[in-house]
């Protein structure tokens, strides 16, 4: 039983719908607007911390389909890293960054700096684990819009809802 996530640029907000059923054409309505049909988004990964709210009313700068392209030639990667050699981990999230545009937070670049160095990745954690669930581990790349100012990050409501 799926979940997908969608994302509502009015609100800002990226919702869970959870679907008795694979259903991959439905386009639910924000549930908290109620004014516009929500953009079905790709789950990558976790993200850590909690995004601020916001008024602007762009969408999301991010290219779907590249996204899906990336995550498909990431997910087969994957599958054949060594899950012993921490500088395969590391160049798998080095990729996804380059691959999808988004730039890594300066606490996950120093992480990976470091396993790119082999490091365990459970010592890097244990030293860096503050600083890492402080911060967002990928972020959007700033634009280069005469002094507009960029817009958060989406808040992610925790709220299950029917699709």
């Known amino acids: 039983m799926p979940i997908y996530e969608f994302y509502c640029p009015r609100c800002n907000t990226i919702y869970n719908f959870f679907s008795r059923t694979i259903n991959t054409t439905a386009q639910p309505w924000c549930p908290r607007c109620r004014q516009v049909r929500l953009n079905r988004q790709m ?3 976790a993200i850590t911390g909690r995004a601020k709210g916001g008024e602007d009313t762009e969408e999301l700068p ?8 990336a995550m ?16 395969q ?3 798998l999230m080095r990729k996804l960054s380059h691959m999808t545009g988004m730039e890594l937070g300066p606490g996950m670049d120093e992480a990976i700096r470091r396993m790119e160095r082999g490091e365990d990745p459970e010592a890097v954690e244990a030293e860096m ?7 967002e581990p990928f972020v959007l790349p700033a634009r280069k ?6 817009r958060p990050p989406p808040r992610h409501d925790e709220t299950l809802y029917e699709l």
């Open 129 to 135: 684990g503050d600083l890492l669930e402080g911060e």
């Open 89 to 91: 981990a590391a160049a």
């Open 72 to 87: 498909e030639t990431l997910s087969r990667e994957a599958e054949q890293i060594n899950e012993d050699d921490p500088r």
């Open 43 to 45: 789950s990558a990964f």
């Open 62 to 69: 991010i290219d779907e389909q590249k996204m899906a392209r």
């Open 145 to 150: 819009s005469g002094g507009r100012r960029r």
